[in-house]
């Protein structure tokens, strides 16, 4: 008897609500030791929308649930139980695998995507939607009002160089994401 997790297909956009449906399921089926976990694999990430700094929650998998379970014994009648609950679930589908046989995910892989969602709890990961190559204006600091050309984006530290022409000359600038707005 040995816990493992496996990717659900299910309907994409309503996860969340589709997974917490599922726990509720198995608990009132009685199953829920068999199948104790249902996530949905996100990571969190900042962006700046309207000039504003949020931090939102961005699915690794849209349109997929891990499920840790114990359904190694195929036989066993709370096994399928379990399986036929999951079933039942509105917008859930299937467990991927092999001849509607579910296949575990890799336990380096779980690690990673657990890891990946822990550090991006603690340290959210900047979404910069800019890229090299374009025009942006500066909104703020010595260089306010200065138009320029994004030459680097490094979203680990969430800034942006800009090559912006001061006397004639090119100049990199190093700013933060949020001094600057496309054009």
Aim: charge should be neutral; charged fraction near 30%; proline fraction near 5%.
């Amino acid at each position: 008897m040995g816990m493992r997790w496996y990717f659900v297909r299910c309907q994409s956009g309503r996860e969340d609500s589709i997974a917490k449906n599922a726990l509720l399921r198995l608990k009132i089926a009685g199953v829920a030791d068999v199948v104790p976990q249902v996530l949905v694999p996100f990571e969190r990430v900042t962006d700046l929308k309207n000039g504003k700094k949020r931090v939102k929650n961005k699915k690794l998998y849209p349109g997929y649930l891990m499920v840790q379970a114990d359904l190694e014994d195929a036989e066993d009648v709370r096994v399928i139980k379990a399986r036929n609950t999951l079933r039942e679930v509105d917008g859930l589908g299937d467990f991927l695998g092999t001849r509607g046989e579910p296949t575990p995910i890799n336990e380096v892989e779980v690690q990673k995507t657990l890891a990946r969602m822990s550090d991006s709890e603690s340290r959210p990961q900047v979404t910069i939607g800019l890229h090299k190559g374009d025009m942006v204006k500066i909104k703020s600091g010595a260089f306010d009002g200065f138009d320029g050309v994004v030459d680097d984006v490094n979203p680990d530290k969430g800034t942006v160089r800009v090559i912006v022409t001061i006397f004639g000359r090119p100049t990199p600038v190093e700013l933060e994401y949020w001094e600057v707005e496309p054009m």
